[in-house]
């Protein structure tokens, strides 16, 4: 059984991929985006099960990625105050939870709002993913064998230390502004 935020993130990679590219692939990524209020209040770990925590990390980071057009455009956080809040509140978890993997766009999301190594939150997350990066270069466990893992690791591992060339603030679809305002 998949919880709500893991339809809700499979949506809005679908939908944000079908609209950018002008074919419709289920529902309209607006849509999809309409149903961020009734994903909150987002549940921090120690107030759900492992997996659905997992999930709304996902679910968030990813109404993150497809509003910034996966790292394009730096976001206002006053359109997304309960993402951004729970996102800079539960970053530790990923240190806490061994793993690297999630901490990499829990990074990337949160330089999307505007943070920056002078924040302590960045600094504290870059420096657990340097500390536990693997020699060749990914953040896997050892042992890893399914490919997705392999390269997802290494992907968002280098995603959470990059530093952004920012095409300035903006929105993947300037004309969901509106919506966003209303929902947030």
């Known amino acids: 059984m998949q919880s709500k935020y893991d339809v809700w993130l ?4 679908t939908s944000y991929t079908g609209d ?12 999809v985006l309409q149903w961020t209020p009734s994903m909150r209040p987002y549940l921090d770990r ?3 099960n492992h997996a659905v925590f997992y999930d709304t990390v996902y679910a968030i980071t990813h109404v993150v990625y497809t509003l910034n057009d996966y790292g394009q455009h730096l976001l206002p956080r006053d359109l997304l105050p309960q993402e951004y809040s729970f996102l800079k509140r539960n970053l530790r978890e990923a240190i806490a939870l061994h793993d690297p993997e999630t901490m990499g766009e829990f990074l990337d999301s949160l330089k999307s709002f505007g943070l920056n190594t002078s924040d302590d939150v960045i600094r504290t997350g870059m420096s657990y993913l340097l500390s536990t990066q693997r020699p060749d270069g990914t953040w896997s466990a050892p042992n890893e064998m399914d490919p997705y893992t392999l390269y997802h690791s290494a992907w968002t591992g280098i995603d959470g230390l990059k530093d952004c060339r920012w095409q ?6 300037p004309e969901l502004r509106p919506l966003l305002e209303r929902i947030r």
């Open 46 to 48: 120690n107030q759900t």
């Open 168 to 173: 300035g603030e903006g929105l993947s679809f």
């Open 10 to 13: 499979d949506a809005l990679i």
């Open 20 to 31: 950018r590219y002008g074919i419709q692939l289920g529902a309209p990524y607006r849509e």
